[in-house]
């Protein structure tokens, strides 16, 4: 039972989520240790943890729904992998503490998320992140963007700039979720700096100090469907 007897939500049931919930998101990158996929929040919250419940007991409903979808993802994932379903609580720092036969990464907008969830023979760290199209707006530029990214920016048709500001900025979110399990360490939007590889591809660097081997995976990214971006980065072994 969740600590201090607190009731789970209406919607507890101890079945697990239905996998048709998942949708594909990388699909040329997933193997047999590696699972990639999206889904509706709505259709994912269906079967809260008891002790994952803990973590969010409190929180706003919003976010009690945020935090459950995301989770169900992440096991639906690991059970395609052959994966056991073992609760993914959170850390004091607030992200998962993942069980050490698997690495992952989570991400959400209000509607959406996404997950990344592979074994950790091949894979040392994964992120991924999951933006909505238009939230990077132009005043937001300066904090988010180095000069080199402002400028590449704003060549763009304001339609393109708009996607294209949306997937630098999920880029970055996805590279500062790959490295913190390994660094324990906070990056900033000016530490780094993107460039494009292709209409698929970034690549980032660091823009004060050395490059370190978190800095050389490519970042893919995709669309999810009309409204929404993902990007994805892989730290292989």
């Known amino acids: 039972m969740p600590a201090g007897g607190a009731d789970l939500p209406p919607l507890f049931s101890r079945e697990r989520v239905n996998h048709m919930s998942i949708q594909p998101l990388f ?3 997933a193997s047999s240790t590696l699972a990639l996929g999206w889904g509706q929040i709505d259709r994912l919250y269906t079967s809260p943890d008891p002790e994952e419940w803990q973590d969010i007991e409190h929180a706003a409903a919003t976010r009690q729904k945020e935090f459950i979808a995301g989770r169900n993802l992440a096991k639906g994932l690991a059970d395609s992998l052959g994966l056991p379903n073992i609760p993914l609580r959170r850390g004091d720092d607030r992200s998962p503490r993942w069980p050490t036969d698997r690495c992952g990464s989570l991400s959400h907008c209000s509607t959406v998320c996404a997950a990344a969830v592979s074994t950790t023979e091949v894979i040392e760290s994964v992120g991924i992140d999951l933006e909505s199209v238009g939230r990077v707006e132009t005043k937001l ?15 763009l048709e304001p339609e393109k700039a ?9 880029a970055k979110e996805s590279f500062y979720k790959c490295q913190y399990p390994l660094t324990q360490s906070w990056v900033g939007f ?40 993902a990007t994805l980065i892989l730290l292989y072994r």
């Open 162 to 170: 708009s996607v294209e500001a949306t997937v630098f900025f999920s």
């Open 190 to 229: 000016q530490d780094v700096e993107l460039e494009r590889s292709d209409d698929k591809v970034l690549r980032i660097s660091p823009t004060n100090g050395d490059k370190q081997r978190w800095h050389v995976p490519p970042i893919h990214m995709a669309p999810v469907d009309e409204r929404h971006v």
């Open 141 to 155: 530029w300066p904090m988010l963007f180095t000069a080199r990214e402002r400028d590449y920016l704003g060549q």
């Open 27 to 29: 699909s040329d990158l």
